[in-house]
Structure formats: C-alpha cells, structure tokens
C-alpha cells in the first residue's frame, strides 16, 4: 500500500519542481502597448522563510514483506530549522522526527507498539517561492516491542526521500513527505520499509502581517445649486451657525489608596494595601479600643479599658497582667504570679513563695514571718533534740505509738529542705559494748530510712551514727535510767 503511494507522491513533488522551474525559467511574453498587464505576485524575500518550526504529522508506514506486518497508521512530531538561502550551504537544515505507531503481526493478529526516531537534513532546491519542494535524508533508529517480556526489538536505519511545503504564511505552511527507510538489523541484513506522511508546520519568531483596511467607498457628490442666503430662513440659519457643542470627558474618580472606596468617600484615606476596610474606606476596630484591627496586639480588650498605641492594657509591674486585671499591683519583677497577677502561695500558708523560707508547710500550722511553723524551728535547729521514742531491750523496732513523735521531725525536714544534721543512737550498759553499739546504729538507721520513706526526705541529708554505751543522760543502775538512756538525738543545721 505505502510503496505504490511513495512512488505517487515522489511524481507529484517531481512534476511541481519541474513546473516551478519552468515557471521562473519562462521569458516574458511581449505586451500590446494598449494593454495594461496585471501585476504578479512577487516571490517571497529569500531569508523571509523558514527559521525554527513545530510540526504535528499523521500518516502511514509499510513494512517490508519479511517482518509479516500490516502497514500501519503513523502519527509523529517534526522539530526543525530551515534556512532558506542563496546556495546549498546557506540553505541546508536539520530536522528531528519522532513517530508512533502500532504494528499489527500478520503472524498471530497481535498489536506491538513501535518508535520511530530520526535525525535528517534538509535541501530546499527552489528558494523563495511559496510552493516549496525539498530533498531529505539522515539516520535513525526503529524499536519495536516483540511481545516477549515486553523487551523492544532495536535496529538501526538510513532514509532519504523528497517533501513538498506550501507557506499560507511566512509562519504557517502545510506538507507533505516520503520516505525510504533502509532497517538494518542485528545480522547485518536490511529491509526496505516506506513512510509518507503529511502536516501542519509552525514557524516561531516571524512577524505578523497586519490585513489592510480598504478605504471607505463614498458616494460621488449631487452638484446642486447653492442656496441664496434669502433662501434659509432665520431658524435654518441660526442652526447652520450654531457652534458644534464640545466632547464630554469623563474622567473616572480616583482611589489614592487603592482600597476600593473612591476619595471623595474615604473617611481613612491613605489605608495601607492590602488592608480590608468598611463602607467608609476605614480599617475595622473590632474591640473599638480606638486602634484599628491590622495594628491591634492585643484585640478583644473590654470596652472602656485604656489601651496603649499597640492596642494592650498597661502592665504597670511587668507580671504579664493588665492592670485592669491585676489583684496585687506592685509585684515585684520576676515573682511568679497566678492569674489574679498575685505572687503563688503554693503551702497556703499566708506567706508568698518568693518570701517564704518553709515552703511545703502543713495544712492549718501557724507560721512566722518566714512562712516557717512556730517553735519548730527553735526545737531542732542548730542544737541537739531528744526524740521521745523508746525502744524495748535489745530491739531497733519502732513502736506504732511513737510515729507522731517521728512525725514531726519528718515535718520538719520538709519545711525545712536546706536543713542537713545527723541521727545517733544509744543504749544502755545491758550486754557488751560491741553489742551495744551495732544496736545504736541500727536504731539510728531505722530512723532515717523511716523518714526517707514516709516524707520523701534525700537521704543525703541525713547521717547517722551509733555511740552504744557513750554519753549517758541517766544511771544505768535502775530500769528508769536505762530507758532514758536507750535513746535517738537528731542534731541538724538550719540555713
């Protein structure tokens, strides 16, 4: 199918070169001197042709009887760049084609989709005319899917063939093509496949031409006899003197400020860009606090409440509380406070934490100036305590009826948390002194852990130490004295 129409078209594109020739080569005939011929169209300017140019292509490819597929239909993209000369050189260009199409086998019915790419140059060989045939040829390359794995069969290809272009337009032409692709394949054998194609060409970079108007046919003037002045009568002659009345120009009003409220409406003119405003050319003030809302810090302050240029109450003590809000004005700079703007109380103890020296204080104890529970502090600062605790003969248990009296040791730890001190223990003289003095510490040990553990105390806090027979407060010569002296000591330093 595509060989027999190559074939045609290579005659039809023949025939019109030899009659584009014939044409420029024909001599002028001779004209009668009583008549006038009519102008010819002037070829186009050599150099007013061509430049870079787009072209969307359709049409159709023949396979060689070998490959046992039908022809197919072809559609493509030609990106070229014609320079149309005086001489070969000057008139040789490039074009880059990429075709797609896809290819039926006669074999089993199945369709393989298929890629044509080409690099071909170019030859005008009659310039400046708007029919215009070339010659063409280059290399390229044909890849096909064989159907297996989806892999593409690839070879390579030579082509050569003619083309005609008609130019409309120095921009826009149509074309026609045809083609003799020789595919070389893997083996090194070749086969003749044919292509003929036609489009639609774009040339970028040309000047439009501008239509010219035709000039407005008027009627030939009525000659008629003018009119005697005494012929018009007084209306008709005011009217033919009347002056023609001036052109009204209307000058659009002016918005300076580009809000969309024209200035003679704009109670805020000069509104930065961009800035919505109302009916008045005005910014909203939505808490009308006086500054508009694009510029308020602080929007949503209570009517009546005085506002700074930024639009926020004053903060006179810097506790991040408006004034209007602030239960304890004056607080000094950097003291916590709640949301009443008042310094935290965490012990409820009357005494701000800032100011308070026994924080953690217990819930209704009475407390001095310091935040500190009176008379605590004068029992075990600084000076040896007597805990009122007795442990049984030989024993470190600590009796159930002594944990309040342990209780407010523990109490006093935690008012006190910069308070450190020791815990020693002692015995009486029943037994040895070894004895004796592994039971001192003991009862101290149990002590600090009984602390550590119920009130959260460090333990580094805390150091005991056992002394055993040392340093009695009674006779040991009576039950009443070794009780007494089967006793704990805490002695801590308070800052």
């Known amino acids: 199918m595509a060989k027999p129409l190559f074939i045609l078209l290579l005659t039809a594109i023949i ?5 584009v020739t014939a044409f420029a080569a024909e001599p002028e005939a001779k004209l009668e001197p009583k008549a006038k011929p009519a102008p010819k169209a002037k070829p186009a300017p050599v150099g007013t042709l061509g430049g870079f140019s787009l072209t969307p292509t359709v049409g159709g490819y023949s396979f060689a009887g070998s490959e046992h597929r039908d022809p197919v239909q072809l559609y493509g ?12 050189e000057d008139s040789l260009g490039v074009e880059a084609t ?16 298929g890629y044509l790419v080409r690099l071909d140059a170019v030859y005008p060989f009659v310039q400046g005319v708007k029919w215009m045939p070339f010659l063409a040829a280059g290399v390229g390359g044909i890849a096909i899917d ?4 989806s892999v593409l069969e690839k070879n ?24 003799h692709l020789i595919v070389y394949s893997k083996n090194n054998d070749s086969r003749n496949n044919f292509e003929i194609g036609a489009g639609v060409s774009y040339y970028f970079g040309k000047e439009r031409k501008k239509k010219s108007v035709p000039p407005l046919k008027t ?16 209306a008709q002659l005011e009217k033919v003197l009347e002056p023609l009345a001036p052109l009204a120009v209307i000058i659009p009003p002016s918005d300076s400020d580009g809000d969309g409220v024209i200035d003679t409406m704009d109670k805020c003119p000069e509104t930065p860009p961009g ?14 606090d006086g500054i508009r809302d694009y510029l308020d810090k602080c929007p949503g302050t209570p009517t009546g409440v005085d506002v700074d240029d930024n639009g926020c109450p004053p903060d006179s003590d810097n506790d991040r509380v408006p004034d209007y809000l602030d239960k304890c004005p004056g607080t000094p700079t950097g003291v916590a406070v709640d949301a009443n703007g008042c310094p935290l109380d965490s012990d409820n103890d009357g005494v701000v934490d800032s100011l308070d020296k026994c924080p953690a204080t217990p819930v209704a104890a009475s407390v001095d100036a310091d935040g500190c529970t009176i008379g605590v502090a004068k029992k075990f600062c600084n000076k040896p305590a007597i805990i009122a605790i007795s442990f049984d003969s030989n024993k470190a248990d600590i009796k159930a009826g002594y944990h309040a009296e342990l209780d407010k040791l523990g109490n006093f730890l935690k008012e006190f948390p910069g308070s450190k001190g020791t815990i020693d223990g002692y015995t009486d003289t029943d037994g040895s002194k070894a004895t004796n003095l592994i039971l001192s510490q003991a009862r101290a040990d149990r002590i600090r852990s009984y602390l550590v553990n119920k009130f959260e105390i460090d333990s580094k806090r805390i150091d005991t130490k056992g ?11 009576n039950e009443a004295g070794k009780a007494k002296n089967r006793r704990i000591e805490a002695v801590f330093i308070c800052d």
């Open 275 to 288: 800035v919505a405003v109302d009916s008045n050319g005005c910014p909203p003030d939505s808490d009308k």
């Open 146 to 149: 064989n159907g297996v794995d």
């Open 467 to 477: 002394y055993g027979t040392a340093k009695p407060i009674a006779s040991n010569k």
């Open 219 to 234: 009627k030939p003037a009525v000659k008629s006899e003018p009119k005697k002045e005494s012929d018009l009568s007084g």
């Open 98 to 113: 990429f075709n797609y199409f896809a290819a039926k086998s006669k074999a089993d019915a199945n369709y393989s989709a």
């Open 156 to 179: 390579l290809l030579l082509n050569y063939g003619l083309g005609l272009k008609y130019f409309f337009e120095n921009y826009f032409a149509v074309r026609v093509d045809g083609r």
């Open 77 to 88: 993209l030609k990106i070229g760049y014609d320079k149309i000369g005086k001489s070969i």
């Open 15 to 19: 025939s019109v070169q030899v009659s």
